[in-house]
């Protein structure tokens, strides 16, 4: 099993432009979840999932969208992508009772410039 | 504001002393789970502890829980070089499905 995958790992964007960063999960989980994490500040959540058609927003929604059209794919686009934008994302997934936590992708490094 | 925080924010011991790490947080929880994460890598889930639960144990780590605290605490004993890496809190808020986490304590664990 490939368990979370995110893609790209690395990108550098200039400001405005815009792109989706791609999250699949195989193991079925209905909840997924984008974070950012910055020097210092942990992680942030961006918005969730608890299951396909259903999405909301987190801690720091603002300049993010987010869809889930499957239970496997939950892609986050940036709108217009801003130099405080510049962070690492981690997408996450677990299973309704949340009992074995979430697994987490491997990051995506972004940086605006 | 984040929901949980952890205390210390930095902590180095020798190989083979425990290791003590505080999470604080500010409302009713579901659930709080512990995290670990290496330097540049994804957090792996290392254990989960529900409300109506007050200690848990899972090899090296033990974890309590003190809800009228608002607070937990992970210990790892006999730790190792190994050990060394970020701690986070996360919890999830009573009735929501979205897990918050705390801005994490770094352990150095000195050979």
């Known amino acids: 099993n490939a368990g979370v995958t995110q893609t790209p790992k690395f990108q550098v964007l200039k400001t405005g432009q815009s792109m989706t960063l791609q999250c699949a999960q195989d193991?079925?989980?209905?909840?997924m979840s984008w974070y950012r994490q910055d020097p210092g500040m942990g992680l942030r959540l961006i918005h969730y999932?608890?299951?396909?058609?259903?999405?909301d927003q987190g801690e720091v929604p603002n300049g993010y969208n987010v869809s889930r059209s499957t239970t496997e794919d939950f892609p986050l686009r940036l709108l217009s992508a801003a130099p405080s934008q510049t962070s690492v994302y981690f997408c996450?997934?677990?299973?309704?009772?949340?009992?074995?936590?979430?697994?987490f992708g491997s990051g995506t490094r972004l940086t605006v410039v | 504001s984040q929901q949980g925080e952890e205390d210390p924010q930095a902590l180095s011991i020798q190989e083979g002393e425990n290791a003590t790490m505080n999470c604080s947080y500010k409302?009713?929880?579901?659930?709080l789970q512990w995290y670990r994460q290496n330097s540049g890598r994804g957090l792996v889930h290392l254990i989960l502890?529900?409300?109506?639960?007050r200690e848990k144990h899972s090899g090296r780590l033990r974890v309590t829980l003190d809800t009228s605290k608002k607070s937990s605490s992970l210990l790892i004993t006999a730790s190792r070089a190994a050990d060394t890496a970020s701690y986070f809190c996360?919890?999830?808020?009573?009735?929501?499905?979205?897990?918050?986490f705390g801005t994490g304590t770094r352990l150095k664990v000195l050979a």
């Open positions: 999932s608890v299951g396909a058609g259903i999405t």
């Open positions: 193991m079925n989980h209905e909840y």
């Open positions: 996450a997934s677990s299973r309704r009772d949340s009992y074995y936590g979430y697994t």
């Open positions: 409302t009713s929880i579901n659930n």
């Open positions: 996360a919890t999830s808020r009573a009735g929501t499905y979205k897990y918050i």
């Open positions: 502890i529900r409300s109506n639960e």
